[in-house]
Structures are given as structure tokens and as C-alpha cells.
């Protein structure tokens, strides 16, 4: 048989009683696979010998080598390109003569990525504090933390404490001493939001005229507490310009 007298040409007729056990012929011979070459050559450099003159015959014959554990031909190998977002493409190069890889540059791909994914951004809620609410207010203090572990039953030391911080944060982002009604129903609204158990008529309740002609003034925890802060305030400032004017009058004499 043919197949014979090239495994001879080929140096490796010691295997040729394999072929003969396999059945393998004429015919079969041109239709050896990878599995099959690796059971007829149980050592590799064997094996290896066989496949590079066994390409080489079947290119010579006409017919198309195998690549081993792929099961392509060498004339239909792929060329996988990677894409921007780390997909490959394969490429077939059975018509290209020439065929050169592009590979992106790993800066461009890192564009595309974060085009593709854009950073979630956080949003800032609107807060009449000087946080994003009144939760992370209170994380700022220690009497604000022990109200925040209360939060579903408050007692009234806690409410006049929760007041305090309330009315001392509103002072230190107004301008001047007065504070809205619009910022007291502002500031009452994240109170019952934040505690489930208050009532709203407890933290504040505005200025309103009755239709029978009796006027309702403000009132409430956070009014009462305005009020107390907003008098020591005047009295302090009454103090100092109190201060000054007698530093000032020891300098002329």
C-alpha cells in the first residue's frame, strides 16, 4: 500500500503494523484526523514527524490539512480581532493574501467603555439643611445619634434636642436672624418623614387668621425653639455693641 511505503520514506515504518491493525488503507489515509493520528503514534515526537510530512503530502495531493484540536482547514483559519468592548470577531483569511491586525490602542478602548457604560452619578437631594437631609444632620452630633436610635418613639427631651439642632443649623445658613415660614414647613416635612411617630402639628404650625377675626400665632417645637435662640441672640448682640461702645469711650478719654 502506498500509505505504507511513505510512513518507510518518512522513517517511521516501525509503526506501520499500527496502520495495518487499524484497518487504516489507501483510501482511509487521506481522512486521518487528529484523534486518530494520536492513537496510531502513542509517543509525541513520532507523532509530530508524522503530522508536518502528513500536511505536507495532503497539500501536494490537493486536499486540506488539519490543525490540530480544531478540526480547521490551514487554508480557512480565523483571525479573531478584538472589538471595544472586549469581543473578538473572526476574520476569515482563506482570499487574503496579506492580512495585518489592527488593535486598538488601551486608551481609545477605555473611551469607548465608559461611553458605552457612563458613571452612575449621584443625585443631590434638595435639603433646607446644610447636609443632603436632616438623617445626616443628626449623624453629625452625639445627641443627634441617640435621637436617630429613638427614632420611632421620641420623648419630649428629645424633641426640644431634635429642635435645638434644627433651629441652630437654619440660623447658620440664613443670612440673617429670621428664618421662612417656608423653610419651617420645609424642615417639619423631613421631621415626619424621618419619624414616622410625629405629627407635624407638634414640630410647627404657621401663622393663620381665623375667619372669625382671631389671629393663630405660630407654634410648635420649632417655633418655641426659634424664638428662645433668636432672644439670646439679641441679647448677646445687645452685650456686645454694649461692650464696644464702653471700649470705645475708655479710648477717647
Known amino acids: 500500500m502506498q500509505c505504507l511505503n511513505l510512513l518507510e520514506q518518512w522513517g517511521l515504518s516501525k509503526f506501520a503494523q499500527n496502520f495495518i491493525d487499524e484497518g487504516i488503507t489507501d483510501d482511509s489515509f487521506s481522512l486521518l484526523d487528529d484523534k486518530t493520528i494520536q492513537e496510531l503514534f502513542d509517543k509525541a515526537g ?3 514527524i508524522f503530522k508536518q510530512k502528513y ?19 490551514h487554508d480557512q483559519q480565523s483571525i479573531y480581532i478584538p472589538g471595544p468592548s472586549g469581543c473578538s470577531t473572526p476574520v476569515d483569511t482563506s482570499s487574503a493574501s496579506d492580512f495585518y491586525v489592527f488593535e486598538p490602542d488601551k486608551e481609545l478602548l477605555k473611551i469607548l467603555d465608559e461611553t458605552d457604560n457612563p458613571p452612575v452619578k449621584k ?6 439643611f446644610s447636609t443632603d437631609g436632616l438623617e445626616e444632620l443628626l449623624t453629625k452630633s452625639t445627641d443627634g445619634r441617640v435621637i436617630l436610635m429613638n427614632r420611632h418613639k421620641l420623648n419630649n427631651d428629645m424633641r426640644q434636642k431634635l429642635s435645638k439642632l434644627i433651629i441652630n443649623d437654619l440660623f447658620s445658613r440664613e443670612e440673617c436672624t429670621e428664618i421662612k415660614r417656608d423653610t419651617f414647613m420645609k424642615a417639619a416635612d423631613e421631621i415626619i418623614n424621618l419619624f414616622p411617630g410625629e405629627q407635624r402639628e407638634t414640630s410647627y404650625i404657621p401663622y393663620c387668621s381665623a375667619k372669625t377675626g382671631l389671629r393663630m ?37
Open 55 to 73: 500536511n505536507g503530502y495532503l497539500s501536494s495531493e490537493g486536499h486540506h490539512g488539519t490543525t490540530e484540536g480544531t478540526g480547521q482547514s
Open 123 to 128: 443625585i443631590r437631594r434638595s435639603s433646607v
Open 217 to 253: 400665632p405660630a407654634r410648635g417645637k420649632l417655633w418655641s425653639k426659634y424664638v428662645n435662640i433668636k432672644a439670646a441672640l439679641r441679647i448677646a448682640n445687645q452685650s456686645l455693641l454694649s461692650r464696644e461702645i464702653i471700649m470705645t469711650r475708655r479710648t477717647v478719654q
Open 46 to 48: 513520532p507523532r509530530l
